[in-house]
């Protein structure tokens, strides 16, 4: 008997610089795959569905759920610098410049969409502080295996 299961999972790594390049707060954490992500890849597996472009970033520290569609309080959201596919793998990376996304940032998600959107996956993780000179990049891997 055949038993294949399928598993898709995230990790993000964060990293903030002050306004001069020096590194302020680097750390790593994982993700949750939302119930909208898995039904996006699924349907991409059929249809050319739009892809994912951008990623937002927010206030809100409440736990990840799986009926997640929103951030709690998303500050800012920008287009992914970069999506890089390779193996069973796909890098998302984006920065919030100076003047984007400032505040308390305790969350985070990629969606296919500048606004509203499918969400694909969302993690919160312990607040960091962005300051308005501040730029932060994430760079974040989805993995299926």
Known sequence: MLNEKLKVTGALRVVIRDEAGAIKEEFKTEN?????????????????????????????????AAGNTTL????????????????????YEATFGA???TGGVEEAAIFNANSAGDMLCRTTFSVVNKGAADSMTITWTITIS
Not at 36 to 55: E, K, P, Q, W, Y
């Open 32 to 64: 949750l795959v939302v119930t909208t992500g898995l039904n996006f890849i699924a349907d991409r597996m059929v249809n050319n569905s739009t892809a994912m472009s951008h990623m937002a970033i927010g206030s809100d520290g409440a736990a990840a």
């Open 72 to 91: 709690g309080t998303e500050l800012g959201r920008v287009a992914l610098t970069s999506s890089t596919p390779s193996t069973n793998t796909v890098e």
């Open 99 to 101: 003047g984007t996304g």
